[in-house]
């Protein structure tokens, strides 16, 4: 079991930076990465979902650079020099929540989101669900809080405190529900929404 204390990010970590078609296009620091408007590099976000079709949300540790204490999704980061996607996935939800999940690969996009004057994330992201059955350990290093929420609590949360929200998971949860339907339904009772 991994420790809920450990560092397991740094801003001199080295991201992928990547072109329009996901071809990498060389290796600069987490820091740098994310000064300015942004450099693109490799991402990925999971969506976790439990057995009562549940997603796990964490608020990011107040400690990041980047939208602190916001709401996310169950699991973001970025894959090492050389990792798979298949590889950084499973280590980042054994890091951050302690847990492993099946994950199916639903699409990738591009986006830039400017947070004030602190920096930027600008990301070419691959978006994974999955489904867990363990119990989860956050990693208060990197998570403030985690919980659990339904589609019908979600989304009303969404109109009342959108600005809560990092921009990347609600620009995922959008495509997820207009473009990626079928797949999200494998995991999620949609009710008709």
């Given at each position: 079991?991994?420790?809920?204390?450990?560092a397991?990010?740094?801003?001199?970590?080295?991201?992928?930076?990547?072109?329009?078609?996901?071809?990498?296009?060389?290796?600069?620091?987490?820091?740098?990465?994310?000064?300015?408007?942004?450099?693109?590099?490799?991402a990925?976000?999971v969506?976790?979902?439990?057995?009562?079709?549940?997603?796990?949300?964490?608020?990011?540790?107040a400690?990041?650079?980047?939208?602190?204490?916001?709401?996310s999704?169950?699991?973001?980061s970025?894959?090492?020099?050389g990792?798979?996607?298949?590889?950084a996935?499973?280590?980042?939800?054994?890091?951050e929540?302690?847990?492993?999940a099946?994950?199916?690969?639903?699409?990738?996009?591009?986006?830039?989101?400017?947070f004030?004057n602190?920096?930027a994330?600008?990301?070419?992201?691959?978006?994974?669900?999955g489904?867990?059955?363990d119990?989860?350990?956050?990693?208060?290093q990197?998570?403030?809080?985690?919980r659990f929420?339904?589609?019908?609590?979600l989304e009303a949360?969404?109109e009342?405190?959108r600005?809560?929200f990092?921009?990347?998971f609600?620009?995922?949860?959008d495509a997820?529900?207009?473009?990626?339907?079928?797949k999200?339904?494998r995991?999620?009772?949609?009710?008709?929404?």
């Open positions: 079991m991994a420790s809920a204390h450990r397991v990010s740094s801003e001199s970590e080295e991201l992928i930076l990547v072109d329009e078609n996901d071809n990498e296009a060389g290796y600069l620091s987490k820091a740098l990465a994310h000064d300015g408007g942004g450099i693109l590099h490799r990925f976000s969506f976790l979902f439990n057995d009562n079709g549940e997603l796990l949300l964490q608020r990011r540790a400690s990041k650079r980047l939208w602190p204490q916001f709401w999704n169950s699991c973001c970025h894959p090492r020099r990792e798979s996607l298949e590889l996935t499973q280590r980042r939800l054994q890091d929540l302690n847990v492993h099946e994950l199916e690969y639903v699409y990738k996009f591009s986006y830039q989101a400017d004030g602190l920096g994330e600008h990301e070419l992201c691959h978006v994974y669900l489904k867990i059955h119990e989860v350990q956050a990693n208060d990197e998570i403030d809080s985690i929420v339904s589609v019908v609590d949360e969404f009342s405190a600005d809560q990092t921009p990347w609600l620009m995922e949860w997820l529900r207009t473009d990626h339907r079928a999200l339904r995991y999620v009772d949609l009710q008709g929404r």
